[in-house]
């Protein structure tokens, strides 16, 4: 089966940083992509960052220069360090593998993503 668990949400406070992992197994890692997304309570879905096969980085505009996702491909895992925490990043936090056509259109949407994992709670506040 494959399973894609997030792990690593927490508290933090306003500047400060998490690191989140998506552990996966069941399917061949270095072959897909891997993106993270959030969601946030009462609003939509939106594409965090997403990390190629061949690891090239794609970030959303909100997260840009604050975030940095990196594969270990022999751990079959996926980190995303996030910096400079502010309470807009509040949300749910889930990591997705596929193999999508357009790496940006995936990362915007979503679309071409296979499996997704349960989230993992990320909450900015003093």
């Known amino acids: 089966d494959v399973q894609l668990q997030a792990s690593g949400g927490g508290l933090v406070q306003p500047g400060g940083s998490l690191r989140l992992s998506c552990a996966a197994s069941?399917?061949?890692?270095?072959?897909?992509?891997i993106g993270w997304f959030r969601q946030a309570p009462g609003k939509e879905r939106e594409g965090v960052s997403l990390i190629s096969r061949s690891d090239f980085s794609f970030y959303g505009n909100s997260v840009r220069g604050r975030f940095t996702t990196s594969r270990d491909n022999a751990k079959n895992t996926v980190y995303l360090q996030m910096n400079s925490l502010q309470p807009d990043d509040t949300a749910v936090y889930y990591c997705?593998?596929?193999?999508?056509?357009?790496?940006?259109?995936?990362?915007?949407?979503?679309?071409?993503?296979?499996?997704w994992g349960k989230g993992t709670l990320v909450t900015v506040s003093s």
């Open positions: 997705a593998s596929g193999r999508p056509k357009t790496l940006i259109v995936a990362l915007q949407t979503g679309n071409g993503m296979d499996y």
């Open positions: 069941g399917f061949t890692f270095g072959d897909y992509a």
